[in-house]
Structure formats: C-alpha cells, structure tokens
C-alpha cells in the first residue's frame, strides 16, 4: 500500500519520511541507553532536526523553525550547560533499588505501546492525510500567527505570565543561601 | 499516496515508549529530563499530523504552547536539580528520599 506512490511529490515525503523516522528511532534509543550524559544530549540533539523535518512535511514550517531555534537551539544548551556545570562523569550507577524494575519497566512499556497501536490502528485514520494548503493560505507563519492572536490571545498572554515565573523561579532556586 | 496520519501516530507512540522506558530505567536525573522531553515531543508530532489531517492549524497552535511550557518546564527543573545537586553533590534520582516515609 506504502509503494503506490502517484505523484512525485508524494513519492518524496516518503523517501524523507522513512530515513527520518528510522533516524530519530536510533536516537531515541540510543539515547535512553548511553551511559555517557552528554552522548544521550548531543543525541537527543540529532532526534529534535529529525522532528523538525517531520513539521516541514507536515506542512508546520513554523513549528519546524521554532523547534530547531528553541528546543535543539536554547533547551538543549540549557541541559549541555548543565550537564557541565555539575561535572558529572560518564559513572553511572547500575543499580536496582526495586528488585526487577528493568524488567517490570519494559513489560509495562510495552502494553503501554501495545494498547497505543492498537488504538490508533482501529481509530478509524486510515483514510488519506488531510491537506493543510487552504489553512496555510498566505504563509504558515502568518496564518499561525493570526490565529495566536485572535482565538488563543488569552493562553498567549497567561503564556507570558508563565515565563515570567519561570523566570523568577529559577532565579531565586539559583540562588546561594548564604 | 501520501504518508498517512496513521505513520505519523505510530512513529509517535514508538518515540513515547522509549521515553517511558527511558524515565523508568535510568538514575541520572538530567536523562530523566531529556525523555520527559523526547515525551513531550513525540505528542507534538501526533498534535501537527492531526492538525495536516484536520486540514486547522489549532494543532500547530497547541504544539506551540506545549513548547513554551516545556521550555519553563525545563528551566525551573534544572534549577532544582543544581539546588539538590548542591546540598547532597549527586544527580541520582535514588539519592533524594528526604521525604521518605
């Protein structure tokens, strides 16, 4: 169902899609089981371009450009920044304070995906994408952008509200007491 | 024909699962972090294929506010782990069990 590729658009987002998802599953992983912090950072990196290609497929180029600037951009040299910061070697204890918790973790990691599939696969998406051409009519930024400050004006502003906070929290958690 | 929804939300739900099991499994506290965000992000990608398959950009919309959040998410727990990380000059999450009862 996946070869009948019709147009050579089509046949594109597919050529990108599959090296993309496949990427972003090794990073994902590699990530989770690098013992080295920074590895599992600087992998992390390479899986936050991977979904900003995904957004550019799906038409979200604004979200691809802020996903790139803030989070692969300004979250991931907080956390590198960090990571530095605290000096913490590449030792990790390999212990288990609860007695089976890798293996109860992974069984209930698995039902958990188990039970997503099953979900979407019988909740009835199997129908052609939607196109998002008429939505993005004018740009993608500015079409976004009005709708940010029209219908969601209130969640945009209680959105500064939240910075600020932020902000102040982390400020005053920096803080040394003397 | 085109990658369909359905691709796009399983690709989400494999990249949540790794992020479980990445918060259930690992000790070090700023890894924990990062699967909270490789979470956060495979449900953006599930709220931008929905969006393209409900041809709105309300979904695009929603997975900006879920950046922001994540971003001051981000800020206040690094700053607590550098406060705990200070006090007990350890990152591992089995090391904070003040409150144990």
Redesign the interface.
């Known amino acids: 169902?996946?070869l009948?590729?019709?147009t050579a658009a089509?046949r594109a987002?597919?050529i990108t899609?599959v090296p993309l998802?496949v990427l972003?599953?090794v990073t994902?992983?590699g990530?989770?089981t690098s013992r080295n912090?920074v590895y599992?950072?600087l992998l992390?990196v390479v899986?936050?371009f991977c979904?900003a290609g995904?957004?550019v497929?799906?038409?979200?180029q604004?979200?691809a450009a802020?996903?790139v600037i803030?989070?692969a951009g300004?979250?991931m040299v907080?956390?590198l920044f960090?990571?530095m910061?605290?000096g913490?070697g590449n030792e990790?204890?390999v212990?288990e304070?609860i007695p089976g918790?890798?293996v109860v973790?992974?069984v209930?990691?698995?039902a958990?995906?188990v039970a997503?599939?099953v979900a979407?696969?019988n909740g009835g998406?199997?129908?052609?994408?939607?196109?998002?051409a008429?939505?993005?009519q004018g740009g993608?930024v500015e079409?976004?952008g009005r709708?940010?400050f029209t219908?969601?004006a209130f969640?945009f502003e209680a959105?500064g509200i939240?910075?600020v906070?932020?902000?102040v929290?982390?400020l005053v958690?920096?803080k040394?007491r003397p | 024909?085109?990658?369909?929804?359905?691709?796009?939300?399983?690709?989400s739900?494999?990249?949540?699962?790794?992020?479980?099991?990445?918060v259930?499994?690992?000790?070090?506290a700023?890894?924990v972090?990062?699967?909270v965000?490789?979470m956060l992000?495979a449900v953006?990608?599930s709220f931008?294929?929905f969006?393209?398959?409900?041809?709105?950009?309300?979904g695009?919309?929603l997975?900006?506010?879920v950046?922001?959040?994540?971003?001051?998410?981000?800020?206040?727990g690094?700053?607590?782990?550098?406060?705990i990380?200070?006090k007990r000059s350890s990152?591992?999450v089995?090391d904070v069990n003040l409150l144990r009862g």
């Open positions: 169902m996946i009948a590729a019709t089509e987002e597919l899609f998802a972003s599953v994902a992983v990530m989770v912090a599992s950072a992390l899986n936050f979904l995904f957004y497929l799906l038409q979200a604004f979200i802020v996903q803030v989070y300004a979250i907080l956390f960090v990571l910061l605290l913490i990790e204890v212990s304070p918790q890798r973790a992974g209930l990691a698995l958990l995906l997503v599939v979407v696969l998406l199997s129908g052609g994408a939607g196109d998002l008429a939505a993005n993608n079409a976004v709708l940010l219908r969601y969640a959105t939240l910075l906070v932020a902000a929290g982390a958690l920096g040394r | 024909m085109k990658v369909g929804t359905n691709a796009y939300l399983l690709l739900a494999l990249l949540f699962t790794i992020g479980v099991v990445g259930l499994v690992r000790r070090n700023i890894v972090f990062m699967c965000e490789l992000n953006n990608l931008i294929a969006a393209r398959r409900n041809g709105t950009l309300d695009q919309v997975a900006f506010f950046m922001v959040v994540a971003a001051a998410e981000v800020v206040v690094l700053g607590i782990l550098v406060a990380f200070r990152a591992s089995d």
